[in-house]
């Protein structure tokens, strides 16, 4: 990247979850002059979420995106200056760190804190690449809507599958759930919610090898496995297939540099926010292969900003 023309950032914010909008706030509030670029999903996942029920302070919920334009709004109080915008470029080899936004504007900064979050997985099956658009699909809340009084199925077993099997059982005639162990790995409550739901069916035991349909999803097959020598074919009519099988974070820009760890998470120095790299500070779900919840995620954004403002001070910056 040429040198010229460049603007000076103090303190960028990559990715605009509650990672990122809870550093800015923090950083807003210390004089940092943060700069939060959203990247290709303002707001992040909260954003395809329905009701968040266990965000603190909120005794009778809020919705993803209202929680989301809060923090916003919160942020740009103490002078965030929120962008729209994606970094398609970063050079941490030398601070300030390089960057590209939009593959045109160059920026570089003094501290930077990487809060770009984590997208849905797939199973990796070319019937899903076929069909994308046409019934497979992974966010329920985005897509819910194009599948009102018809037949779903949704993979996983885990809290994401469950609130998406939920949610789509208000929209849809049927619902099934397809769930490769005995058990829902989800916890407890959204178990008990799941299984008490007429409309939703599990599917326990069973993969998915493929789907069909003309033009567009009438069907998937399924193998149900009782063990490696008890393996029977099952065929389901659905209309759309949702995958909720986890996540995987976004780190593309920022391998080069900074270390992961086996499922692609970037490390970080163990209770902070601190990389191998002076002034590059994670935050959220980018970096975080455990909790991954809106609530641990501010946590986090909070310690990035206070690591960050540390870091400026001591360095002069
Ligand atoms: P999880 O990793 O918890 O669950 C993933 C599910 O997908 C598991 O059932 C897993 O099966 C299954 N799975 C993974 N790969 C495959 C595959 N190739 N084929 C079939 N099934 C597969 O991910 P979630 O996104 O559900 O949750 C992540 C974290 O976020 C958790 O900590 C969860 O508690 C949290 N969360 C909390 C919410 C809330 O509190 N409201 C809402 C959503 C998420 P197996 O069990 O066999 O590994």
Same mark, same amino acid.
């Given at each position: 990247?040429?040198?010229?023309?460049?603007?000076?950032?103090?303190?960028?914010?990559?990715?605009?979850?509650?990672?990122?909008?809870?550093?800015?706030?923090?950083?807003?509030?210390?004089?940092?002059?943060?700069?939060?670029?959203?990247?290709?999903?303002?707001?992040?996942?909260?954003?395809?979420?329905?009701?968040?029920?266990?965000?603190?302070?909120?005794?009778?919920?809020?919705?993803?995106?209202?929680?989301?334009?809060?923090?916003?709004?919160?942020?740009?109080?103490?002078?965030?200056?929120?962008?729209?915008?994606?970094?398609?470029?970063?050079?941490?080899?030398?601070?300030?760190?390089?960057?590209?936004?939009?593959?045109?504007?160059?920026?570089?900064?003094?501290?930077?804190?990487?809060?770009?979050?984590?997208?849905?997985?797939?199973?990796?099956?070319?019937?899903?690449?076929?069909?994308?658009?046409?019934?497979?699909?992974?966010?329920?809340?985005?897509?819910?809507?194009?599948?009102?009084?018809?037949?779903?199925?949704?993979?996983?077993?885990?809290?994401?599958?469950?609130?998406?099997?939920?949610?789509?059982?208000?929209?849809?005639?049927?619902?099934?759930?397809?769930?490769?162990?005995?058990?829902?790995?989800?916890?407890?409550?959204?178990?008990?919610?799941?299984?008490?739901?007429?409309?939703?069916?599990?599917?326990?035991?069973?993969?998915?090898?493929?789907?069909?349909?003309?033009?567009?999803?009438?069907?998937?097959?399924?193998?149900?496995?009782?063990?490696?020598?008890?393996?029977?074919?099952?065929?389901?009519?659905?209309? *759309?297939?949702?995958?909720? #099988?986890?996540? $995987?974070?976004? +780190? =593309? !820009?920022?391998?080069? &540099?900074?270390?992961? /760890?086996?499922? *692609?998470?970037?490390?970080? #120095?163990?209770? $902070?926010?601190? +990389? =191998? !790299?002076?002034?590059? &500070?994670?935050?959220? /779900?980018?970096?975080?292969?455990?909790?991954?919840?809106?609530? $641990?995620?501010?946590? =986090?954004?909070?310690?990035?900003?206070?690591?960050?403002?540390?870091?400026?001070?001591?360095?002069?910056?």
């Amino acid at each position: 990247m040429e040198q010229t023309n460049k603007e000076h950032i103090r303190c960028l914010i990559i990715g605009s979850g509650p990672a990122g909008f809870t550093a800015a706030i923090y950083a807003g509030r210390a004089n940092l002059s943060p700069v939060v670029y959203e990247g290709m999903e303002p707001g992040g996942q909260l954003t395809t979420t329905t009701d968040i029920e266990n965000f603190p302070g909120y005794p009778g919920g809020t919705g993803g995106s209202e929680m989301m334009e809060d923090l916003r709004n919160q942020a740009k109080r103490f002078n965030t200056d929120v962008r729209w915008g994606q970094i398609t470029k970063a050079d941490l080899s030398s601070a300030p760190y390089q960057f590209e936004v939009d593959g045109e504007k160059e920026i570089e900064a003094d501290a930077v804190i990487i809060a770009t979050g984590a997208k849905a997985k797939y199973l990796g099956l070319a019937d899903e690449a076929k069909y994308s658009g046409a019934g497979v699909s992974g966010c329920a809340t985005c897509d819910g809507f194009f599948y009102r009084k018809k037949t779903v199925a949704v993979v996983g077993g885990g809290d994401t599958a469950c609130e998406d099997a939920l949610y789509l059982s208000k929209l849809c005639t049927k619902v099934y759930m397809i769930v490769r162990k005995n058990y829902l790995r989800a916890s407890k409550i959204m178990q008990e919610r799941v299984l008490s739901t007429e409309n939703i069916e599990v599917l326990f035991e069973h993969e998915t090898v493929g789907l069909s349909g003309e033009n567009k999803l009438q069907g998937s097959r399924l193998i149900k496995r009782r063990g490696q020598a008890d393996a029977q074919e099952v065929d389901i009519a659905i209309d *759309g297939f949702f995958l909720a #099988i986890g996540h $995987t974070p976004n +780190t =593309s !820009l920022f391998k080069e &540099f900074l270390e992961t /760890d086996a499922e *692609g998470y970037l490390k970080h #120095i163990p209770d $902070t926010s601190l +990389t =191998s !790299l002076p002034g590059v &500070f994670v935050a959220g /779900d980018v970096a975080d292969p455990h909790y991954r919840q809106a609530i $641990t995620a501010a946590g =986090s954004g909070c310690k990035a900003a206070i690591d960050a403002e540390r870091y400026l001070n001591e360095k002069g910056l």
